[in-house]
């Protein structure tokens, strides 16, 4: 059983690992479908709301309110098969809670790239990195995910992917990682023995 996880700043590749995940069989649990499932709950609108709801969940159930909301959805999907991905990982305190849960079956994965180009990546995709239509913009976000503790829980990384390269480059890493054949992986077990 291993339970991968990914941190990073919006339009860092999170999606993309995910989806890599997918591709490979792998169930994916994304958090951020907890904090929707919220906001609908709710009655707002999950695209507008989003950030005020994951706030308030901290606010109200404390800062591991999303991660324990999660860990039945991940146990669930353990049940038939070997390794889960969650997607979206917030807050050290968050790390807290899987690593507590899962031990050394917990693996973390920081996926990092610039702002420049996370800022242009939103924008391909037809998402605002800017708050000329009212949207939150890019800046917003990081600093908002920051609050949260993202940089804390991004220092805590097992595994850091730089992705800055082409997509076929960061899928064929994040591949070997959810396969459990990625080399930095590798290194440090065999280091570690």
């Excluded at 690992?17 to 951020?32: F, K, S, Y």
């Excluded at 913009?137 to 940089?151: I, K, P, Q, S």
Aim: hydrophobic share 35%; net charge negative.
């Amino acid at each position: 059983m291993d339970v991968i996880g990914t941190v990073g700043l919006p339009g860092s590749g999170k999606g993309e690992a995910a989806t890599v995940a997918r591709e490979e069989g792998i169930p994916v649990v994304t958090m951020g479908d907890v904090v929707r499932q919220e906001t609908e709950a709710r009655g707002l609108d999950p695209a507008k709301d989003h950030g005020t709801v994951a706030q308030a969940l901290r606010e109200e159930d404390g800062p591991t309110a999303i991660a324990e909301r999660s860990l039945p959805m991940i146990e669930d999907r353990l049940e038939g098969h070997d390794v889960v991905l969650v997607d979206g990982i917030r807050s050290d305190v968050e790390v807290d809670v899987f690593e507590d849960r899962f031990g050394e079956d917990f693996t973390l994965v920081s996926i990092e790239a610039p702002f420049e180009i996370r800022a242009e990546r939103i924008d391909a995709r037809g998402r605002d990195a800017s708050e000329d239509d009212g949207g939150e913009g890019l800046a917003a976000r990081d600093e908002r995910e920051r609050g949260f503790g993202m940089d804390d829980a991004m220092d805590r990384a097992d595994v850091v992917v730089e992705n800055t390269d082409s997509l076929e480059a960061f899928h064929e890493r994040i591949r070997s990682i959810v396969r459990g054949t990625d080399d930095e992986k590798r290194a440090e077990a065999e280091a570690d023995p």
